[in-house]
T-cell receptor, first 112, second 116 residues
Framework: DGGITQSPKYLFRKEGQNVTLSCEQNLNHDAMYWYRQDPGQGLRLIYY???????QKGDIAEGYSVSREKKESFPLTVTSAQKNPTAFYLC???????????FGQGTRLTVV | GENVEQHPSTLSVQEGDSAVIKCTYSDSASNYFPWYKQELGKRPQLIIDIRSNVGEKKDQRIAVTLNKTAKHFSLHITETQPEDSAVYFCAASLHAGGTSYGKLTFGQGTILTVHP
């Protein structure tokens, strides 16, 4: 849907476990992004990648890690160091620097 | 870094009325301002955007205005319909030095409810 696929839609994990969220796009977009959304709040940038094998920290990168080994894939790992990981995670991509961002359907992560 | 403030947090209107949502930003270098609509549990979808070299942009019932001097921009929805009910987010971005429009700072969101 929309060329950006996030999986799974819902994810449950025990506290202290690392978990990896998948984001795949077939739009041939250069840049990809991860955002976190908490209830009643706006989205906050976790990490972004402008090109393959390169990524930058966003505003709330602590406790997260990413990789960009392929243009179409940008997985996000939520580590045990993330103090409050329960949230709605959204992946986005842009075709070029001056084009709008398209979002995936999101993954709702619940840590119990 | 950039900071975006959005008001009001909730907005309730009658069908057919107009709705206005306002945002202010802190970084005068920001040059791209999109608005996203998000329905419950779904992804944000771009409804309109404006670049800093333009003061106003319209798309059917939706318009956005930008005042660079005051560092604020607004979303105007006319002839509202129940299907306009959703959460609306404003955002700001700076395209410079290799960064792109996808590196966004979002406002806190406005829950718009349109009553039939």
């Amino acid at each position: 849907d929309g060329g950006i696929t996030q999986s799974p839609k819902y994810l449950f994990r025990k506290e202290g476990q690392n978990v990896t969220l998948s984001c795949e796009q077939n739009l041939n977009h250069d840049a990809m992004y991860w955002y976190r959304q908490d209830p009643g709040q706006g989205l906050r940038l976790i990490y972004y990648s402008q090109i393959v094998n390169d990524f930058q920290k966003g505003d709330i990168a602590e406790g997260y890690s990413v990789s960009r080994e392929k243009k179409e894939s940008f997985p996000l790992t939520v580590t045990s160091a993330q103090k409050n990981p329960t949230a709605f995670y959204l992946c986005a991509s842009t075709l070029s620097p001056r084009t709008e961002a398209f979002f995936g359907q999101g993954t709702r992560l619940t840590v119990v | 870094g950039e900071n975006v403030e959005q008001h009001p947090s909730t907005l309730s209107v009658q069908e057919g009325d107009s709705a206005v949502i306002k945002c202010t930003y802190s970084d005068s270098a920001s040059n791209y301002f999109p608005w996203y609509k998000q329905e419950l549990g779904k992804r944000p979808q771009l409804i309109i955007d404006i670049r800093s070299n333009v003061g106003e942009k319209k798309d059917q019932r939706i318009a956005v205005t930008l005042n660079k001097t005051a560092k604020h921009f607004s979303l105007h929805i006319t002839e509202t319909q129940p299907e306009d009910s959703a959460v609306y987010f404003c955002a700001a971005s700076l395209h410079a030095g290799g960064t792109s429009y996808g590196k966004l700072t979002f406002g806190q969101g406005t829950i718009l409810t349109v009553h039939p």
